[in-house]
């Protein structure tokens, strides 16, 4: 029989507050010395406890006389990280991770082109503008993270969390996958920078068709030119950053 240990329990008993909301976001939690009198644990193992919740982005830690844990809500960057933690420890391919993005994205769009406010097409706008300054720069990494943004940007302005958060680690695994030269040349920036714009209009139309076709055509057409390239090439998702 395997018995878990202390600050695990601990840990579990502490997250259900946080989750149900007895533990309100922003508060802090009871100071350590505190819940060592409460819990009767040793003070290691109440800061091991801690620990564990501040990994899984449900405490901030903060140090100094005013310091202590304070409550956050998991959000979206937390679902990215553990979806980033599975493609990384699973090694998920490349192709793989392409094919849960053409699943996905197209809806994304649909709900951009639905829910999307002035404030979401500022971003999209702002990620346009980065990759079109992108077009004659040497070097890869303003086009990929513009590229990065856009993508999260869409995701966000359908105002569903989950999927953003699905989309925030699809975007940061390929962005990865990508950064090669053999790949990423002006003509797929350029075709990039089109498709875009034109998903870009019709996010700003309302049109949530011409939205979900035009993202279908555009995640379908970069993962067959990568996919060739990755046959030629050695494209894959590395195992550390």
Known sequence: MQVPKASDVLADALRERILSGEFVEGTPLPPERELVVQTRMSRTTVRESLRILEVQGLVRIKAGRAGGAFVQRPGEESMARSVGLLIRGRQIR???????REAIEPFC?????????????????????????????????LFLQSNLDWHVAVAAAGHNELLTGMMMALSRAIYTATENEAFVDRAVKATTLRAHTTITNAIRDLDPDAAVRRMTRHVHSYAEALM???????ISVPDED
């Open 228 to 234: 060739q390239v990755d046959e030629r090439t050695d």
């Open 94 to 100: 490349l192709a793989a991770l392409l094919e849960t």
């Open 109 to 141: 769009a649909r709900l951009a082109a639905t829910h999307r406010t002035d404030e979401d097409l500022d971003a999209l706008g702002r990620a346009n503008a980065d990759l079109e300054a992108s077009l004659d720069e040497p070097d890869l990494a």
